[in-house]
């Protein structure tokens, strides 16, 4: 009974959010009725001590991401920049390919540091230009940015910094370059793999005489062609984010150390030392850094083109950063509540009975991550409870734990992105479409990225690669 209320809470949690209804309303209803059918007096507690406080939590860290991330990607469209990146590529690349430029220009973000969240709000801009000038309907947009940022740069190609990548070192003692071929070929298959999906799906719609699409939500505001900036301008605020955020990731710690604390002799208004310790909020510091040095460079180019509606801009820019970070901690709070049913544990015992330790280990990782809705949460969860169970079963089959490693990581983004996960949520939301419009090409990556995983394992079986 238990887990057929965690997999109730999930479905309907799916299906509001497929419906287009509110994920800020619909994920703490499902959390909390899941708790009323486990232990009805646990209701307010649970709602108050997990639910908010995960909720809280996200919002705390992430939301200058989120409210950074939007202000830049809304002024390098008023800047023009946006347009002039599209007119080169048309002009070089061609219409043909557009599908491959956006996740170029995705996995070069993300590959670079930048968070997948960032990614959205900075690439939608230039991607919603191209596929105007090239009449390719807007509602497949979505798969395209997914299968750039939350799929092989997230997990699968060696070196990559997301956190995906990152959470397994500290379980099995590896870095983030475990099994560097096996992590190739993986990425190679889903790029190959998704950009044939992707052209298939835009041929197949555009015979139909399908465009653009009208009376369509959130459309970036255009430039007229006169007067946009040179390409290589353009593209400066993009590549000054990416190398602003990995030499910050490499300099705070230097300049910080552990810890930092601010004591009352510095700030008489506290009564304690502040201490923050620096490992934690390395990531978060560095990008927020190279998002406002982007920001800035955009503004001192462009000062002419953004002046007269940066106001209004911004504006819009926060309302699309509060909704799309609110959608993602709400989300983020369900999966706490998730986690902590006695249902949740049901899944993970049962997992632990598949005998093969990577098969064991993309199951369980990909189902805990499909179910949070989150791949570093279900990640987490999964490694918390069973990584000495995976490590003896590596270790028992004679398996590096670098296979492991990046078996786990490349798994935790396979399932992760159902109907109510973040980001997800917050693509539709950025992009202005709907679950209904848009979900089936995200779905499809969904399970490309799935099956790389299962891919990579028949690969290191085969041929011992690592």
Request: with cysteine; net charge neutral.
């Amino acid at each position: 009974m238990s887990f057929l209320i965690v997999l109730a809470a999930l479905a309907f949690l799916m299906f509001a959010a497929y419906r287009g209804h509110s994920v800020i309303l619909a994920a703490p209803l499902a959390a909390l009725a899941a708790v009323l059918l486990t232990e009805p007096a646990a209701v307010a507690p649970v709602f108050s001590g997990i639910f908010m406080e995960k909720m809280v939590g996200f919002v705390k860290l992430y939301f200058p991401v989120f409210l950074l991330g939007a202000v830049f990607g809304k002024v390098v469209e008023l800047s023009g920049f946006s347009e002039s990146i599209v007119a080169a590529a048309i002009r070089y690349i061609g219409k043909a390919r557009v599908n491959a430029v956006i996740v170029a220009v995705c996995a070069l973000l993300t590959y670079g540091g930048v968070s997948l969240f960032v990614v959205v709000f900075a690439v939608y801009p230039f991607a919603a230009e191209m596929y105007r000038q090239s009449n390719i309907p807007k509602r497949l947009m979505p798969g395209a940015i997914a299968l750039g940022a939350f799929s092989f740069t997230m997990d699968s190609l060696p070196g990559t910094p997301q956190i995906q990548n990152i959470i397994p070192t500290t379980f099995f003692k590896t870095t983030g370059w475990a099994a560097p071929w096996l992590g190739t070929i993986g990425s190679l298959f889903i790029v190959v793999v998704g950009l044939t999906f992707l052209e298939w799906r835009r041929r197949s719609v555009m015979a139909t005489g399908e465009g653009y699409g009208t009376s369509l939500v959130n459309e970036p505001d255009r430039v007229e062609s006169a007067q946009l900036p040179h390409p290589l301008l353009a593209l400066a605020p993009l590549v000054l984010v990416g190398v602003a955020n990995f030499a910050l990731t490499k300099l705070i710690p230097d300049w910080y150390g552990a810890s930092y604390a601010v004591a009352p002799d510095v700030l008489p208004g506290i009564h304690a030392p502040v201490v923050t310790q620096i490992k934690s909020v390395i990531a978060i510091w560095a990008v927020e850094g190279a998002l406002l040095l982007g920001i800035l460079l955009v503004v001192l180019t462009a000062f002419g083109r953004v002046r007269d509606r940066f106001a209004v801009g911004t504006k819009a820019a926060v309302g699309g950063a509060l909704l799309a970070a609110m959608n993602t901690a709400s989300e983020y709070g369900f999966g706490g509540v998730i986690a902590a049913l006695p249902g949740f544990l049901v899944v993970g015992d049962a997992l632990k009975s598949i005998p093969n330790p990577l098969v064991n280990a993309a199951v369980s990782v990909s189902s805990l991550a499909g179910i949070t809705g989150s791949a570093s949460g279900g990640m987490s969860i999964a490694l918390a409870a069973m990584s000495d169970t995976f490590i003896k079963g590596a270790e028992a089959a004679h398996i590096p734990l670098d296979v492991l490693h990046r078996v786990v990581a490349m798994a935790s983004g396979g399932m992760d992105t159902l109907p109510h996960n973040g980001a997800v949520i917050t693509l539709l939301a950025v992009t202005g479409l709907t679950h209904r419009e848009s979900y089936r090409d995200i779905f499809a990556v969904t399970v490309i990225k799935t099956l790389a995983v299962f891919f990579v394992i028949t690969v290191y079986y085969v041929t011992g690669l690592v």
